[in-house]
């Protein structure tokens, strides 16, 4: 059974050191250098994989604790060499700071979950999935003059739904993921949506366009659809589209079968709020 791990990292931010803007490009940078500080063999690891990066990171949130402001991240992966120097860190009773913008932060808390990947099967016809974009999500552009694809058409989405699952839990031949799309299309009606584009500076003047909001999925034929619970938990952990290495793509799954209390009705209402950025 595949389970993927995530580290969360809870920072004391000294001088209640204020970010403003996109973090995920700072988060970025923190994290491979605080590796590299940490282990140098496994930072040069890190950077030979070019192409598939081994892990994602979530943007940085904020929160006050009495007077003090705290941050804290998300670092995922399934690779076992960052996983067990991940755990290394995590028992060691060293004490760590992490660098943010200008100065080094104390890191004092280092939180480890796994998440286990269901196994498939099909949801039942009437089942509502709402896929919740939290942070700009970015898909790389089939177009020949266009790096990034702003809008987000289902076709798009299923595609990277299904590639992500095959890429990091169980490798699917094109022609499968090419027929699950097919019946994504057909069998998943979207009785609602909220989405907006959104425009991002990382970097020195580097613009992105990408999008954040709400897409429900309603099953109304789960025929040949047994990935569909999987491959969504494989996204709501990872994160979905390009640059999830900067925090980009992370999403809020919430699947509500057809024997809905009114207690979960009401959470299933209060989803579809105004995306937070």
């Not at 990292?9 to 995920?24: A, W």
């Not at 402001?69 to 028992?91: H, P, R």
């Not at 890429?167 to 993921?177: A, G, H, K, S, Y």
């Amino acid at each position: 059974m595949t389970a993927i791990s995530t580290f969360r990292f809870h920072i004391l931010l000294v001088d209640n050191l204020f970010i403003k803007g996109y973090n995920g490009r700072i988060v970025h940078g923190a994290f491979l250098q605080f590796i590299r500080e940490f282990n140098e063999e496994l930072s040069t690891y890190l950077h030979e994989q070019q192409q598939r990066r081994p892990y994602s990171l979530t943007e940085m949130e904020f929160r006050k604790m009495d007077d003090q402001w705290i941050a804290f991240f998300d670092v995922n992966t399934l690779d076992e060499k960052l996983i067990s120097n991940m755990i290394q860190l995590l028992v060691s009773q060293d004490s760590h700071e992490i660098f943010l913008i200008d100065r080094f932060c104390p890191v004092f808390k280092i939180e480890y979950q796994k998440s286990v990947i269901p196994d498939p099967e099909p949801l039942p016809i009437g089942t509502r999935i709402w896929l919740n974009f939290e942070s700009p999500t970015v898909f790389s552009s089939t177009k020949r003059n266009a790096k990034t694809d702003p809008f987000p058409h289902l076709d798009v989405i299923y595609r990277q739904l299904i590639d992500t699952y095959s890429r990091l839990v169980d490798e699917i031949p094109e022609n499968d993921q090419a027929l699950f799309i097919g019946y994504a299309l057909n069998q998943l009606a979207t009785p609602k949506f909220k989405m907006k584009s959104k425009h991002m500076t990382i970097g020195h003047k580097i613009r992105v366009t990408g999008f954040v909001g709400s897409i429900m999925l309603m099953v109304e034929d789960n025929t040949h659809l047994e990935l569909l619970k999987p491959i969504c938990k494989v996204a709501e952990v990872w994160g979905l589209g390009s640059k999830t290495t900067m925090g980009f793509g992370k999403l809020n799954i919430n699947i509500y079968e057809p024997e809905t209390t009114s207690e979960e009705k009401k959470s299933e209402e209060e989803v579809v709020d105004t995306p937070k950025h």
